[in-house]
């Protein structure tokens, strides 16, 4: 079992920057393949972006590719969304994903454990 804990949310002005991280407990961390989802209210939840266990290839939705990095520390079992030049479309919950497989998945059946999910709000 893998604990998952975002934090890093928060209101800001649109064009504004900010770094979610998500702290993992439990099973070995970097065995894991991970992501990010967000669900804005009232759509559907969706795929932000992905990281491989190696953290040597990533995945992003079209939507944020240029401005969303992702990164993972396995030395501190932290994984990271660099998110710059935020727009009000960004405003949902954001939710830190983990799968068993160790590559990039999109789909959230393919993730197996999720963190309680850290609110973004971007104002225009």
């Known amino acids: 079992q893998v604990k998952l804990v975002e934090s890093g949310g928060g209101l800001v002005q649109a064009g504004a920057s900010l770094r979610l991280s998500c702290v993992g407990s439990g099973r070995t961390f970097s065995r894991y393949g991970m992501g990010w989802f967000r669900q804005a209210p009232g759509k559907d939840r969706e795929f932000v972006a992905a990281i491989s266990w190696t953290g040597g290839n990533t995945w992003y939705e079209d939507s944020v590719k240029g401005r969303f990095t992702i990164s993972r520390d396995d030395a501190r079992s932290t994984l990271y969304l660099q998110m710059n030049s935020l727009k009000p479309e960004d405003t949902a919950v954001y939710y830190c994903?983990?799968?068993?497989?160790?590559?990039?998945?999109?789909?959230?059946?393919?993730?197996?454990?999720w963190g309680q999910g850290t609110q973004v709000t971007v104002s225009s």
């Open positions: 994903v983990g799968s068993r497989y160790s590559d990039l998945r999109r789909y959230d059946y393919e993730y197996d454990y």
